[in-house]
Structures are given as C-alpha cells and as structure tokens.
C-alpha cells in the first residue's frame, strides 16, 4: 500500500464523515448535569461533562460539545466514538485555564479496533508526566484515529526521557491515524536528557498514516541527547504521508536530529514528505530526516533522506513568520507574493480545500502551493491580492 492507494477513503470519510446517521450527544458544562440523558442541548437533558458522555452516548455516535471552554483532563475514550465541537475558533477543551498547570493530559484513547474522531475543537493545556499531552492513543488493536479541523496548541510532556508527543502521541497494534486540515502550535517535550522527542506528533506501530493540510508551528524539544523530529516523529509499520503542510518556527535546543521531519532510521522509504514549505525551523544539523521527499520548500540540509527531485532548496522560502487568522477556523501562515512555493506544489490527496476550509481552494492556478496555505485567485469582478 502507498500513500496514494489510500486517497479514495481518507476523502469519503472527510466528505462524509463518521456521523452520518446523525446520532448526537450533547455536552454543555455551563448549563448540563451528569444526571441528564444528554439528548439535547438544554438544562433538562445535556451531559455536563465529555468523560460522562463517552462512556454513555451509543457506540459510533458523536458527542457534541457546546459550551466553551470546557475545562476537563483526562477524559477516558475505550469506545468508537466521534467528539466534536462548533469549530476550532468556536469550542476549547482544556485540561486547565492556563498552560503547563494541569496534572493530566485532555484525552486517553484505549480502543481496541474502531475509530475514534476528533473534529472542530482546540485542544489545550494538557500536562503530564508521560507520552501525550493533548491525546494519547494506545490499543492492543490500533484503532482508526482521525483528527479533522482542530488545534493542537500548548500542550506538555515531561519527565522520563523516553516520554514523546507533546501533542498528539499514537501507538498500538496497527491501526490509522489521518490528520486534516489542524494546527499544532506550541507544543512541547521538554527533557534534559531526553533520547526521543517529537514536540507535536509522534507515531509508532501504526500501518498507515496521514497527515495532510495542516500547519506545524513554535514546537519545541530541549534535550542534551540526540533529537528526532521537533514537530513530527513518524514510525509505521507500512506508509506515512505528510503532505501539503506548513512547518514554521520549529526548533530544538541541545542536541541534533531532523527539526521538521523525522521517519524511519532503517527503513526511509517508509515516509514520503509531499508538497510541504518550511521557514525558520531551527536544527541542531538537519532539518528532514529519514524520509523521501518532492515538491518541498526548505533550507535544509537533510540526513539519511531520500531526494526524490523537483525541490527548492532556499534561505527565502516566502512565508510570513507570524501564525495568524488568515480566514477558517484554524490559523495558518501565509504564503507572501514572491514565495517559490508558488504553484510549486502538487496534491496528491485530491483535496477540495486548502487547510481553512470551503471558500479556499486546494489548487489556485493551475497548481497547488507548497504547504498548509493556497494564494487563492480573485472572485469574480475582482482584483488579485496576495499578501
């Protein structure tokens, strides 16, 4: 199986999504109670918390949360389930007001088979001693894990040094993990002595995974030992994609590893990196590792990658430095007017949409950008503006 041969069901899934038979839960901490039935949004009927409501909603239905923020740490997930909230700009699920001061991570999946979906959420200020700030994903069988429209922002793991995934950590017997269309911002994995890392994502023992339309930004390792990825640690067993994102800002201190993308020491050919840009990512000496790479905007240098050709390497990449609304739900950085990544990219994925979502075309002139974000051509009547 290659990256490719798994398009077709990663955008059925996007356009129809797991909810389709419309069974809906309902969480509002301001106004629910654990005593309800969480059938509707009210007083009357709506869970108070999302742990409740995972347990008790149906198997494969979607709790929806509708108050903000919501403040709740490890909240327990051992069922297909989808939680989704009104947006990422909407609905906030934090482990504590303020970052680095809860004692627990926000979501622990342990489901053996299934799907668990994630959709339309920030998920912040998780904080723990272990893998997983924000989600940790684990499972004798791997489940299918999607995260669609979220922010991963200011999320923490410390403690042992073998402790990964600031953000997101996913590992298991198998299984899928497919992010689309998120923004992971500052997070972090923070060890002086630290022999793994991945301030965003780390991946292991998954068959296949995805990520696509998204934007990597601020996420940090510190360690004295030697670094993988300050973003992204992917390891599966059969293919990873990362494809049409952005990485900016990324950085580790005190040791060497690749600042971006890190994939598999033995085996490279096992991640392909597509149609990224990346823009003052700061590296001890590489800034891709271990990976198959085309269509990307970088600095460089590489170590132990594959040069698949048609890249640019460039000190100049043209991306504005500062994450910012730049329309949809999600931050993004956007591409200024003289970027190479330009009408550089490709879009394997066969994505509709850039990373913001409708009104914001995949594919803008005739070719994709490189990265997360799509210069997008003048409405009718108009004038082209790009920043």
Request: charge should be neutral; include cysteine.
């Amino acid at each position: 199986m290659n990256c490719r041969s798994i398009v077709v069901t990663t955008v059925c899934m996007m356009l129809c999504g797991q909810a389709a038979s419309g069974d809906f839960r309902y969480v509002n901490q301001a106004i629910g109670s654990d005593d309800n039935d969480g059938i509707a949004n009210d007083d009357e009927h709506a869970w108070a918390t999302i742990d409740h409501a995972v347990d008790n909603a149906p198997a494969g239905s979607t709790v929806r949360v509708m108050s903000s923020p919501h403040t709740e740490s490890g909240i327990s997930i051992g069922r297909s389930i989808t939680v989704q909230g009104l947006g990422a700009n909407r609905t906030i699920v934090q482990a504590h007001a303020n970052p680095g001061s809860a004692g627990n991570r926000v979501f622990s999946v342990d489901v053996s088979g299934g799907m668990v979906v994630f959709q339309d959420m920030t998920i912040r200020h998780g904080n723990v001693v272990g893998n997983g700030g924000g989600i940790v994903v684990s499972g004798s069988s791997g489940p299918e894990i999607r995260l669609e429209r979220c922010s991963v922002t200011d999320n923490y793991v410390y403690g042992s040094q073998y402790t990964e995934g600031g953000g997101l950590y996913v590992s298991g017997g198998g299984g899928m993990l497919v992010v689309t269309d998120c923004n992971f911002a500052r997070n972090r994995r923070d060890h002086t002595s630290a022999f793994r890392a991945a301030g965003a994502i780390r991946v292991g023992s998954v068959t296949n995974c995805i990520i696509q339309n998204s934007t990597f930004s601020s996420n940090f390792v510190r360690t004295s030992n030697w670094v993988y990825g300050s973003a992204l640690k992917i390891v599966p067993t059969q293919v990873g994609c990362v494809r049409n994102c952005t990485f900016v800002h990324n950085r580790m201190i005190g040791a060497a590893g690749g600042a971006a993308v890190d994939g598999v020491a033995s085996d490279r050919s096992k991640v392909l990196v597509e149609s990224c840009v990346f823009a003052n990512n700061i590296y001890g000496n590489t800034e891709l590792s271990n990976v198959r790479f085309t269509r990307c905007v970088y600095k460089g240098p590489t170590y132990h990658c594959t040069d698949l050709g048609n890249n640019i390497v460039t000190t100049s990449p043209g991306v504005d430095l500062v994450l910012a609304d730049n329309g949809g739900p999600t931050l993004t950085h956007a591409l200024l007017k003289e970027s190479p990544a330009y009408n550089f990219g490709s879009n394997p994925g066969n994505l509709v949409y850039d990373q913001r979502g409708r009104r914001y075309v995949r594919v803008g002139f005739g070719a994709a950008d490189c990265g997360a974000y799509e210069i997008q051509p003048p409405l009718p009547g108009t004038s082209l503006i790009i920043w």
